[in-house]
């Protein structure tokens, strides 16, 4: 479903309203800053900044979220959870956010849904709009390695290009710390390599 900038402006202030009150200030500052951030990318590659902004307030209005009430969301979205979903539940706030996003906001515009669900791990074939929710939320200015230079060398890069950048580094610092990697965010990456 596709919506007017007066609705998407509406859902926004209901979503960022509701995120104001559901997640801590910092996680709430976080958004905002990927909001500000995917609305950016999306002025570059020329997808509507609307649409980029709300992906970014709604990314994780369910990170908060007690593990009962995040398996019960995504129950309904009929998707198997993962064995690394099972072992870290909040691993599964995007997909909450998304079921949350139909459920109590009314909100139906599928690529936007996609790019909520799959903004932690990512997933081959993605959206462009799902691309640049996963870019925004790991290159936000907030985050600890982002610099002026950094993001003026990234954003210089078509999109495609960015995006397997960010999944290099953010593969390559998982693998540095010993952490899991998502079996989806292997196959984006290559995925990616080849468009």
């Known amino acids: 479903m596709k919506y007017s900038t007066e609705e998407i402006l509406d859902f926004t202030e209901k979503v960022r309203s509701f995120a104001s009150s559901a997640v801590s200030e910092n996680r709430y500052a976080h958004s905002v800053r990927t909001a500000e951030m995917a609305k950016?990318?999306?002025?570059?590659?020329?997808?509507?900044?609307?649409l980029g902004y709300f992906s970014g307030i709604?990314?994780?209005?369910?990170?908060?979220?007690?593990?009962k009430k995040l398996f019960a969301l995504v129950k309904k979205d009929n998707k198997p959870v993962s064995e690394l979903e099972r072992d870290k539940p909040g691993l599964l706030h995007g997909?909450?956010?998304?079921?949350?996003?139909?459920?109590k906001f009314d909100f139906h515009d599928?690529?936007?849904?996609?790019?909520?669900?799959?903004?932690?791990f990512g997933m081959k074939g993605m959206n462009d709009y799902s691309k640049v929710l996963f870019?925004?939320?790991?290159?936000?200015?907030?985050?600890?390695?982002?610099?002026?230079?950094?993001?003026?060398?990234?954003?210089?890069?078509?999109?495609?290009?960015?995006?397997e950048k960010?999944?290099?580094?953010?593969?390559?610092?998982?693998?540095?710390?010993?952490k899991k990697v998502a079996p989806e965010s292997r196959e984006l990456y290559d995925w990616v390599r080849t468009i």
């Open 166 to 178: 960010v999944l290099h580094e953010n593969l390559s610092f998982l693998e540095k710390n010993g």
């Open 110 to 120: 599928e690529r936007i849904l996609e790019a909520v669900a799959v903004h932690t």
């Open 95 to 103: 997909r909450a956010a998304a079921v949350l996003l139909e459920e």
């Open 135 to 163: 870019i925004a939320d790991k290159i936000e200015p907030g985050r600890e390695h982002i610099t002026k230079e950094y993001l003026d060398a990234s954003l210089a890069l078509p999109l495609n290009r960015l995006l």
């Open 58 to 67: 709604a990314h994780d209005i369910c990170k908060k979220m007690d593990d």
């Open 40 to 50: 950016r990318l999306c002025a570059l590659y020329e997808l509507d900044e609307n």
